[in-house]
């Protein structure tokens, strides 16, 4: 009976292990077990994503790092400098993976989330590659879309307010007719400037991908007028531009992409300014074969864990600021997304010298653009 009920057992164990290989073998999503970098197992998925087609013909195990570096760029940066070499607390942390996008194919992401602490799991680490780009570019699409309505409409709604309530609240025998007039096309220009903004919001509505930057570019001599522009919309009244790189140089990026950026990193240098009114440095200088964008401002300082998961998806970081403010929800991490799609990278850190953060930016250039 002993003896029955353990073949039983194995009988039943061998079973689930076969249900369990059934499934993983047909799963959409790649599946690994690593040994620290050394791959171990992986999925018909996992091989196609990473371009193991050999994996079982391989004398050596591969190393994952590796495979993966042939088509992806590890983001973000300041968590997969200690790969494999992950803490326990970060046990489940999901890690990034992008292809930039090329003249042919658009950027793909995926997602990596680990179950097993690669120092304490004897069995190994299961690594998880979902991929996500659907849902980034959904994400993103809802981002840019609100981003551009607070960014089109304010200014010309409180011109055209203004002026209405002056006019309203005025009386006619304190006003003379040149002011009435002024006040009237003070209305009037507000109104043609909000009709305008609609248009092109209902025109981004109804094809989201203008967003994208396949065959578009950024040139570099418009961004003093665009970093102009929105200062002046969000009211920020003390900003500087450093412009080191040649002006002539364009970025493979789209105007409406770049505009985003922009707008996110200072609408966040302002909310999170202990004042709300910052004192910004935005600089432009050519590292290499990059072009980087700096923007500095003299906030507050951010702690060891936002430094290294800001950049993170669905990472929320406000209660660490006043717990009052709107968080940083997804602009950073769409922001970097952004960057990322199209082969660049980003990096923040804090100020050495006073209060305040750096965002470093940095873009591929069109060399025949």
């Known amino acids: 009976m002993r003896t029955i009920t353990r073949l039983n057992r ?10 369990f290989e059934w499934v993983v073998e ?8 690593l040994d620290g970098d050394t791959i171990l197992y992986a999925n018909p998925q996992a091989k196609v994503l990473l371009e193991l087609d050999e994996f079982d013909q391989r004398s050596e195990q591969p190393s ?8 992806f760029r590890c983001e973000p940066q300041e968590l997969w400098a200690r790969w494999p070499y992950l803490e326990i607390g970060e046990n489940g942390a999901v890690l990034l993976l992008v292809a930039p996008e090329t003249a042919s194919s658009a950027a793909t992401f995926l997602e990596m989330s680990i179950y097993g602490a690669a120092l304490s799991d004897r ?19 809802m981002w840019s879309f609100h981003t551009m309505v607070m960014h089109k409409l304010n200014t010309p709604m409180h011109m055209m307010l203004g002026s209405m309530e002056l006019l309203t609240l005025s009386s006619p025998d304190t006003m003379s007719k040149q002011e009435v007039i002024d006040l009237v096309e003070s209305a009037s220009g507000g109104a043609r400037r909000i009709f305008d903004a609609v248009s092109d919001v209902l025109q981004f509505a109804s094809t989201p991908s203008m967003i994208s930057h396949i065959g578009e570019h950024f040139c570099l001599d ?3 007028q665009l970093i102009d522009e929105i200062s002046s919309q969000l009211g920020l009244h003390d900003v500087q531009l450093d412009a ?23 609408e966040n240098s302002k909310k999170f300014h202990p004042s709300n009114a910052p004192s ?13 964008v700096t923007v500095q401002d003299d906030g507050i300082h951010l702690s ?3 430094l290294g998961r800001v950049w993170l998806p669905y990472y929320q970081g406000e209660r660490y600021f006043t717990g009052e403010v709107p968080g940083m929800g997804l602009g950073l991490s769409v922001v970097a997304s952004l960057v990322w799609e199209i082969g660049g990278d980003c990096h923040i850190a804090n100020r050495t010298d006073s209060p305040g953060v750096t965002v470093r930016l940095r873009f591929p250039f069109d060399d025949d653009a």
């Open 10 to 19: 194995y009988r039943r164990l061998v079973e689930e292990r076969a249900r």
């Open 26 to 33: 047909r799963a959409e999503d790649g599946f690994l077990l």
């Open 64 to 71: 994952f790092l590796a495979a993966v570096q042939q088509s």
């Open 123 to 141: 069995h190994g680490q299961l690594v998880r590659l979902r991929n996500i780009t659907a849902e980034k570019t959904t994400i993103r699409d």
């Open 222 to 224: 418009d961004l003093p």
């Open 244 to 266: 080191d790189a040649p002006p002539e140089i364009t970025l493979p990026i789209s105007s409406r992409a770049m505009e985003s950026i922009m707008f996110e990193l200072l």
């Open 280 to 292: 910004l440095t935005v600089r432009t200088a050519m590292e290499g074969d990059r072009v980087c």
């Open 304 to 306: 060891p864990e936002q």
